[in-house]
């Protein structure tokens, strides 16, 4: 399952929600600071692991 950050309109904090990649775009995502819904998806790096040596 996907980790996406999101970034409050309201409070400028940046939080993360573990979310199908479905949902993305029919769930409503809420702020867990301030409860606020004015939220934008947020940049946010990834890594891979894998077994084999580069």
Known sequence: MPR???L???CKKEFEK???M???G???VV??????KK????VATF???TSKKS
Do not use: I, K, N, T
């Open 8 to 10: 409050c309109v309201d």
């Open 31 to 36: 702020c867990p600071h301030c409860g606020s």
């Open 4 to 6: 996406y950050v999101f």
């Open 22 to 24: 479905d949902e993305l």
């Open 47 to 49: 890594s891979a692991v």
């Open 39 to 42: 939220v934008e998806q947020a």
């Open 18 to 20: 573990w979310m199908h």
């Open 26 to 28: 029919r769930v409503e």
